[in-house]
């Protein structure tokens, strides 16, 4: 091996230990050190372009510190039709695993936000575009189930690419066993928040997604059934600017809130506290803070669910 062949070894080394310090936004085009948009909980903070995250992340920003405990992480997805497309299914799961170090596109859970008891369900789009399947369905099914009976609230929060097609009619079933599931939280009368993020699509979108008592979306994420190209091959004409996109469905009134990263948690814990008729814990700290009464305080608060 020459000097040269050293030298150009180290630069491509340092070359791409480099390149990962450093986040682009896909929007702006802005260049930003990626400690400094981490801090920032990948939101830019030039243009609030809100990028895509992963499952570790989407929890510490939204549960309290330590309270996530996951359940059923030993489920897994079987192949009952022996599906082989370009790869078999079994292969694809493998390398799902491989790459997520989980063996579903959903992770579950209890945790707590804001001091307020939830059953948490992620899903992770990095596992299979974050496809539903049965075992997903059979963990959301259970979340809801823990719900009932510890009286909790329930968040979804949904980042999808719709039913898992390798499992056919076994994955389609999930929609309306999810959506059973999630009529027998409501007639306990406990909440169910659903949170849309950067894409909902599909099965998803068309099932339990949008089912939520309260449909908080994050901004600029994609939601919808069909891709838009298919559906303007469908209907033969173009659609507007910003189709699918948070914007738009708020204005449309198919959606209830368009809500930034940083202020999700204190907004679902005050929705949670609201249909629970529970204060949340950051509410008691600023009454400690600024020497409110109990009385004054209690006022303050049945107020906010009057208006809400």
């Excluded at 981490?38 to 309290?64: A, S, T, Y």
């Excluded at 950067?198 to 339990?208: L, N």
């Excluded at 997604?209 to 908080?216: K, N, R, S, T, Y």
Aim: charged share 25%; proline share 3%.
């Amino acid at each position: 091996m020459s000097i040269l062949d050293i030298f150009g070894t180290a630069n491509k080394k340092t070359a791409k230990d480099a390149s990962s310090h450093w986040v682009k936004c896909k929007s702006c085009q802005s260049l930003m050190y990626y400690k400094e948009i981490e801090k920032q909980q990948f939101v830019c903070p030039k243009c609030g372009f809100h990028m895509r995250i992963g499952v570790n992340d989407r929890i510490n920003i939204l549960v309290d510190k330590d309270s996530f405990v996951e359940f059923d992480a030993g489920l897994k997805p079987i192949d009952p039709l022996r599906f082989v497309d370009k790869k078999s299914y079994v292969k694809r799961v493998e390398e799902g695993i491989a790459k997520t170090g989980r063996h579903s596109s959903v992770v579950s859970g209890e945790c707590s936000i804001n001091g307020i008891g939830t059953q948490l369900v992620v899903f992770d789009f990095a596992f299979m575009g974050g496809s539903l399947g049965s075992v997903e369905g059979e963990k959301i099914f259970r979340a809801v189930t823990r719900a009932i009976e510890k009286r909790q609230g329930v968040l979804i929060v949904s980042a999808s690419g719709g039913a898992r097609m390798q499992e056919s009619t076994f994955s389609l079933l999930q929609m309306s066993k999810t959506s059973a599931a999630l009529a027998r939280l409501a007639e306990e009368g406990l909440p169910y928040i659903s949170l849309l993020t950067d894409p909902t699509m599909g099965g998803v979108s068309a099932s339990f997604a949008m089912l939520g008592d309260v449909i908080i979306v994050e901004p600029g994420a994609l939601i919808g059934f069909a891709g838009q190209r298919v559906i303007e091959q469908t209907i033969g004409s173009a659609l507007p600017d910003g189709f699918q996109r948070a914007e738009f469905l708020l204005e449309k009134g198919s959606i209830d809130m368009v809500v930034n990263r940083s202020e999700m948690k204190n907004t679902i814990a005050d929705l949670l506290g609201i249909f629970l008729d529970q204060e949340p814990m950051i509410a008691a700290r600023r009454k400690e803070d600024s020497g409110e009464s109990d009385m004054d305080h209690e006022a303050e608060y049945k107020q906010s669910k009057i208006l809400y």
